[in-house]
C-alpha cells in the first residue's frame, strides 16, 4: 500500500530535550515536505526537499532541521525544543512538483 | 499573510444536500487543489485543477476555478455523512518549490 509513515504518532517531551520525528514514504517520490499545523494559522511549511541530499527552508524552519539521505526517508529534527514548536505536524510527498501531496497521518508533539 | 482564505469557516448541511466552499488566494497559481482531513488525521488530495482549467469533476466533487478573480470553488453533490470532515484548499505557484499555500479550511458537518 502506497503511504507515507511519520513516527512517533504522539509524543510530550520537555523543553530542550532533542527529538526527531521520521518520515518515511514507498512510493519513491522525489519530494518530500514538512508542515506544522496550527489552529488558526493553518499549514505551514517547514521544510522540503527535492531530491536526494537538496533540503531548503520553508516557511518557518527556525527550530528545525532536516535530512535526507536516502530518497525514502526525510526526518525532522528539533535540536532543543521549546513550547511554541507545540504543533501537529505533517509530512508529505509528491511524485512530481508541482503536484498532488501525498500526506502521512500526522505526529502531534507537546512541548512542556 | 500569504494564505487563502475559505468561506464558509463553519457549515452545516443534511444529508443529501449540496455542500459549496469558496476559496480565495493571493498570487498566480499553477494549480489549486483540494484536501480533505478528518479530525486529527492527516490530508487526503481531492482534485487538482490547472490554471488553465475552468472546471473538473471527480465523482460527487465539482471544482471551479475563476483566476481572474482568483477563487475556486468546491461543491459536494448529494453529501452523506461520511463526507463530515474539513475541507482546505491549497494553491501552487510558478516557483518549482513545491510548496502549497493552504487556506484556513472549512468545517462541514454533514447531519444524517
Known amino acids: 500500500e502506497a503511504q507515507v509513515t511519520q513516527n512517533p504518532r504522539y509524543l510530550i517531551t520537555v523543553t530542550g530535550k532533542k527529538l526527531t520525528v521520521t518520515c518515511s514514504q514507498n512510493?519513491?517520490?522525489?519530494?518530500m515536505s514538512w508542515y506544522r499545523q496550527d489552529p488558526g494559522l493553518g499549514l505551514r511549511q517547514i521544510y522540503y526537499?527535492?531530491?536526494?541530499?537538496?533540503?531548503d527552508k520553508g516557511d518557518v524552519p527556525e527550530g528545525y532541521k532536516v535530512s535526507r539521505k536516502e530518497k525514502r526517508n526525510f526526518p525532522l529534527i528539533l535540536e532543543s525544543p521549546s513550547p511554541n514548536q507545540t504543533s501537529l505536524y505533517f509530512c508529505?510527498?509528491?511524485?512530481?512538483?508541482?503536484?498532488?501531496?501525498?500526506f502521512g497521518e500526522g505526529s502531534r508533539l507537546t512541548v512542556l | 499573510s500569504q494564505q487563502g482564505e475559505e468561506d464558509p469557516q463553519a457549515l452545516s448541511i443534511q444529508e443529501g444536500e449540496n455542500a459549496t466552499m469558496n476559496c480565495s488566494y493571493k498570487?498566480?497559481?499553477?494549480?489549486l487543489q483540494w484536501y480533505r482531513q478528518n479530525s486529527g488525521r492527516g490530508l487526503v488530495h481531492l482534485i487538482l485543477?490547472?490554471?488553465?482549467?475552468r472546471e473538473k469533476h471527480s465523482g460527487r466533487l465539482r471544482v471551479t476555478l475563476d483566476t481572474s478573480k482568483k477563487s475556486s470553488s468546491l461543491l459536494i453533490t448529494a453529501s452523506r455523512a461520511a463526507d463530515t470532515a474539513s475541507y482546505f484548499c491549497?494553491?501552487?505557484?510558478?516557483?518549482?518549490?513545491?510548496?502549497?499555500?493552504f487556506g484556513q479550511g472549512t468545517t462541514l458537518q454533514v447531519k444524517p
Open positions: 508529505a510527498s509528491s511524485f512530481q512538483v508541482p503536484g498532488e501531496l501525498f
Open positions: 491549497a494553491s501552487s505557484g510558478w516557483s518549482n518549490t513545491g510548496k502549497l499555500i
Open positions: 526537499s527535492m531530491n536526494v541530499e537538496v533540503t
Open positions: 512510493m519513491n517520490h522525489e519530494y
Open positions: 498570487t498566480s497559481i499553477n494549480n
Open positions: 485543477i490547472r490554471s488553465n482549467e
